[in-house]
């Protein structure tokens, strides 16, 4: 019956694929598109050296360190923001359910949001630029910082917590004594791999208005500049290679 049961899942799935697959469009090769892609493949191997580095206007340098301080802001402000909801939405740390379900409704509220629609309207409400970007990562990030360190909080052991309850400890020295320091270690783990994600959208939040280098790769795509667009690819992917290398050392320090 089990060997019955996998065959009927997979030609479920099968049949999925093939519905899926069928309704896409036939893809079809412009004229220009092997030139456009020869020019972008030779923009990337012949970079733009000069922009690197420009001390009278914007560089690469500039961009992607807008690029950084946005991600590094977002991440900031989401990693204060999420710790109330994420204690309000633990079941065996607050006892009252209308108040973990309204905090996990409001965690849930948060992530239908994509950041780039976060972006969007917070460009129509405090105009282009950084701002609109910081706010973006830093509102998007608490849903999902919420639900993850609200996990964590659930999964502690609260042994702890009440040998510290018997001794006549107060419950605010018996939740930092005995909750807290077993949530740090995935907090700050949790925090840093928000940041790298965070790294990534920023990037993409530039070409719709919201700071950092994703500003200047828009423009220079539209105009067709590749050896631009090529140094700014580069300047991106290593930036993005060297934060998750260093993140990736410091987060299995708290594992």
């Known amino acids: ?85 994420s204690f309000m939405a633990s079941k065996n740390i607050v006892k009252s359910k209308a108040t973990v379900g309204i905090s996990k409704f409001i965690l849930s509220f948060i992530r239908v949001f994509p950041d780039i629609v976060l972006a969007l309207l917070f460009i129509k409400a405090v105009g282009p630029g950084a701002f609109a970007g910081v706010l973006a990562l830093g509102i998007g990030a608490v849903g999902m910082l919420g639900k993850l360190i609200s996990e964590s909080v659930e999964s502690v052991d609260l042994n702890a917590k009440e040998a510290l309850t018997a001794t006549g400890a107060n419950p605010i020295k018996t939740f930092m004594f005995a909750v807290v320091p077993q949530v740090l270690p995935n907090f700050f783990s949790f925090i840093l791999y928000r940041f790298e994600v965070n790294v990534r959208a920023a990037t993409v939040l530039g070409i719709i208005g919201a700071g950092g280098i994703g500003t200047p790769l828009i423009f220079a795509l539209s105009v067709r500049d590749w050896e631009r667009v090529g140094v700014i690819l580069l300047g991106i992917i290593l930036m993005v290679t060297l934060i998750d290398l260093i993140s990736g050392k410091i987060r299995a320090r708290f594992t």
């Open 1 to 85: 019956m089990s060997r019955v049961r996998r065959i009927s899942i997979m030609m479920a799935i099968l049949c999925i694929y093939i519905w899926a697959f069928a309704g896409l469009p036939i893809v079809e090769l412009k004229e220009t598109s092997l030139e456009v892609i020869s020019a972008i493949f030779s923009g990337l191997f012949h970079p733009d050296w000069g922009y690197v580095y420009d001390p009278g206007g914007e560089d690469l340098l500039r961009g992607l360190l807008d690029t950084l301080a946005i991600a590094l802001l977002g991440t900031f402000i989401a990693a204060i923001l999420c710790v109330p909801f």
